[in-house]
């Protein structure tokens, strides 16, 4: 069930050094979400780098939920991806996957999710064009999940 802001969102305070000012105490761990706005929730999958997370979004979407970038495709991702499949109050399905570009933590589990979801990928042509001509480079076939 999605966490809400307690009032209405302030700034913290501003540091000496740049740095991102989140308005909440705490990012969402993974698996989990945190309601940004009526319709709007952020959750965190993990990355296996320095840079270690990458947010995804989901939005309300007629009946369901869309979710906007999908995360690395590693088993930490499936295993935070399935925990909010599980822990979802609402059971609203995922209506539809937005991929905003091709790199592996943005698009890396789109095929399982639309899968999963009997869904459609959502993506700039060019973007999704990249993505097949670079998977099709590696000599790799896709994961099947």
Known sequence: MPTTPKDTIQPR?????????????????????????????????????ALNHINVWGLADENGWAVVDTGMRTDETLAAWRT????????????????????????????????????????TRMEYLNCRVLTADSGREAPSD
């Open 84 to 123: 909010l499949f599980a822990s979802s109050a609402e059971q609203r399905p995922l209506t539809r996957v937005f991929a905003t570009h091709m790199h592996p933590d943005h698009i890396g589990m789109a095929g399982w999710l639309t899968r999963k979801s009997t869904c459609r990928l959502w993506m």
């Open 13 to 49: 305070e501003r540091l000496d050094k740049p740095t991102l000012i989140y308005p909440f105490e705490a990012p969402p761990e993974p698996g989990q979400v945190l309601e940004v706005a009526p319709g709007v929730v952020w959750m965190r999958m993990p990355l296996p780098m």
